[in-house]
């Protein structure tokens, strides 16, 4: 059986998707959480991030991103702290537990990337990167609703 660019895509996701929570598993969150810990530790630096962030850059939907926040709080990797500008807002800010998961997650995710590219040229890494995107791109452009 042959399958098209659609149906390679999806089992790769879900391969990855399964290996990457195999990675997390130990720490009490999965893959797409771990993401978002590492989106936060990494910008947190820069300034507040806030829920609306996380929203806007991993495409979540509000309550999505809701269970996703409150469930690193309950884990103790993230707390939520007012901003004084605006008592409304509540700025992610991630614990030193977070720091530590992160750097062992990535260590995980390093290992799993090194297996995934293992017998591919650097060429043909640059080939699939730069298709993915074209694919991306596509798939943006002619999503319903975006004219």
């Given at each position: 059986m042959?399958?098209?660019c659609g149906a390679w895509i999806i089992m790769l996701a879900h391969k990855v998707?399964?290996?990457?929570?195999?990675?997390?598993?130990?720490?009490?969150?999965?893959?797409?959480?771990?993401?978002?810990?590492?989106?936060?530790?990494?910008?947190c630096q820069e300034g507040p991030v806030f829920q609306k962030d996380v929203e806007d850059v991993f495409g979540l939907s509000r309550s999505t991103a809701t269970g996703i926040l409150q469930?690193?709080?309950?884990?103790?990797?993230?707390?939520?702290?007012?901003?004084?500008?605006?008592?409304?807002?509540?700025?992610?800010?991630?614990?030193e537990r977070a720091v530590q998961v992160d750097e062992s997650v990535k260590k995980g995710i390093?290992?799993?990337e090194a297996e995934m590219i293992d017998g591919i040229s650097p060429g043909q890494r640059q080939v699939f990167l730069e298709v993915v995107a074209k694919i991306s791109e596509n798939l943006d452009r002619s999503s319903p609703g975006r004219g």
């Open positions: 042959k399958l098209d998707k399964k290996r990457l929570n195999e990675t997390t598993s130990d720490f009490g969150i999965t893959g797409v959480q771990s993401r978002i810990l590492g989106y936060i530790l990494e910008h469930l690193l709080e309950k884990n103790g990797l993230l707390t939520r702290e007012s901003v004084s500008w605006d008592a409304r807002l509540k700025s992610l800010v991630p614990t390093q290992n799993m």
